[in-house]
């Protein structure tokens, strides 16, 4: 069984920045990264990154999110610059297994006041 381990949401002003965590417990991910979900809307890709450091973004979040992994911790960080109040959501980490099994963290809440 895979255990994640997320942190680093919080609230936040306009322009200010956090820094959200995502730790499994074992396993190789070929892919990490991060959903975030508002209210009232579906589940929307943030950011990913494949084993080889290969990255992809939302197009709302390029130039201000950054995603990164420490392979050897299974560690995902996503740091957020300059957050905008539609940055607001319920931010889950996403992870996929060699074999191709995804799992989900529980959330963590991102809220940015204007």
């Known amino acids: 069984q895979v255990q994640l381990v997320e942190s680093g949401g919080g609230l936040v002003q306009a322009g200010g920045s956090l820094r959200l965590s995502c730790t499994a417990s074992?396993?190789?991910?070929?892919?990490m990264g991060w959903y975030r979900q508002a209210p009232g809307t579906q589940r929307e890709l943030a950011a990913t990154i494949t084993i080889g450091g290969a990255t992809n973004y939302a197009d709302s979040v390029k130039g201000r999110f950054t995603i990164s992994r420490d392979n050897a911790k299974n560690t995902v960080y996503l740091q957020m610059d300059n957050l905008k109040p539609e940055d607001t959501a319920v931010y889950y980490c996403y992870l996929r297994s060699i074999a191709r099994i995804d799992y989900w963290g529980q959330g963590t809440q991102v809220t940015v006041s204007s």
């Open positions: 074992r396993t190789i991910f070929s892919v």
